[in-house]
Structures are given as C-alpha cells and as structure tokens.
C-alpha cells in the first residue's frame, strides 16, 4: 500500500529517483506512458524500488463511444505488474466519437449523467477486476442543465457506482477561483473513507481563469486544504503533481519537504 507523500514519475527524475537519498515515499506512474514494453520495463523497475499508483487519461468514463476494453486490460495487468495500490481516471470525457482530444472536458451534473458514468464505471471495473477511483477535475466552464452541487454529484456517483475518489484539492481551489464555488465545502462533504489519496499542484492565472498546468508549487490555498484534510483523514497519502515546466530533482523534493512540513505546522 501507499502511505505518506509521492510524486509522479517522470523519466527524467529516473536515475535520482533509484540513486539518490532523498526520496518520495511512493510513485503514481501515468499509465498511458507505459503500454509498450520498454515504458512497461520501467514501470516494473520502479515498481521494485516504491509503492505505485496508476493514473490514467484514456477511459473517456463521460463518454458515449463504448468502453475500450483492450485497454482497460492493458491497465490492469500494468497494475497487476507494478503490485500497484489504485487504479484511477478521470470525472470527464475525452473524445467524441473515435476522437481523443487530449483533454478534460467536464461532465453536466445531472441524473442522467450519474447514470451513464455509473454504468461505465461498473463495466470497467468488471473487466479490470479491481475498483476504479475516479478525480475530480478542473472546469473552466459550467453547463447549463447542472443540476446539483459538486459534492452532491460526487456523493451521488459514488453511491450508485461504488467508486472511491482520487480527491485532486488543487482543482477545487480552481473551480472555487473560476466558479465562486467553495472548495472547503467540497472537501468537507465527501466520505474520507472514499479518498484513496489526494493530489497537490500548481496552476497559472491565464485570461482571468486559473489553468491547472501543473507547473508551480501548490499554493497557500491548496495547502491549507491539505491541512483541513489532514484533520479529518490524518493518514490519507498525498501526491504532488508536476507535469510541465519540470523543475531539477532537487527542487522537487524540496518542494514535496515544504509540503509536508507545512501541513504539519500546527498539527
């Protein structure tokens, strides 16, 4: 199992990652980097070395094409490979028709949608033969025929799925900042007991929207969200993502230490 503070591997952090001291205390490998063998070879070679948790972005749960089955068991015998702890995507669609579009796009918070994604879910979990935790994501834009809160549609899907969480506290401080919606009282409705781990990150303010690049250290929002968290699950693992603009290994690790600690202040 996973416990503590990862990150998420990168293969430029691969030789620092087995040689130096400093360490992350787990891994979450993106598995859409790692389908061929090679890639897979390096998966199973950090898998020797750290816990893992896979991530993927390739399910489409939110879309309309049928469940790519072939590829749900590329995931879990990658999984089955790494002895990894979870398997999670994404709350979103990813492609229209035989598309992908290499990007998030949010869900309507509606009934109907619970029910098509809850569908999805239980099928991927049944080819998987695992459960899926799914993350909250990032929004730039609210649809129309929402009809619930947030919370309220995570609760919801996690009830008639069965699903647990990836609980991602960045993208509620963006949507709090993009939407005006609160992200304490997100954080504080869901079930810690779903949480499999949360995510920690960076964005940057882009046209008056706060866009989830995972390029900065997590702000001092986000970090108090991990402390609220912290109190309520003081066990929960937690994941600093960083995805573009890669700092030296070095400063990823002091930045994961100054997570920590920070989090640890007054606990």
Known sequence: MIS???????????????????????????????????????AVEMSSAFPIAIHTVGMNLGGTAPIDLQYCRT????????NAAFVSDHLAFTAVGNRFHHDLWPMPR?????EH????????????????????ISTYVRHDSDQMSEQEFLHR???????????????????????????MEVLTAIDPSSIAYVHIAGGELKN??????????PTKQVLELLKTMQGL?????????????????????KVLSTSRSTVRTDS
């Open 75 to 82: 995931i879990a015998e990658l999984a089955d490979d790494c």
């Open 157 to 183: 899907l996690s009830e008639q799925s069965g699903c647990g969480f990836i609980l991602d506290l960045n993208n509620l401080a963006i949507n709090e900042f993009n939407h005006g919606e609160s992200a």
């Open 110 to 114: 509606t009934i109907e949608a619970i």
């Open 117 to 136: 994604l809850s569908k999805r879910i239980k099928k991927v979990h049944s080819v998987m033969g695992r459960p899926l935790f799914i993350e909250n």
């Open 4 to 42: 503590g503070f990862g990150v998420g591997f990168r293969q430029k952090y691969r030789r620092d990652l087995l040689q130096n001291e400093v360490k992350p205390d787990w891994l979450e490998l993106l598995a859409d980097n790692h389908a061929s063998n090679l890639d897979r070879a390096i």
């Open 233 to 253: 699950a003081p066990d929960l693992p937690v994941l600093l993502e960083w995805d573009s603009e890669l700092p030296s290994y070095s400063e990823l690790m």
């Open 208 to 217: 008056e929207v706060i866009v989830d690049t995972h390029s900065t250290p």
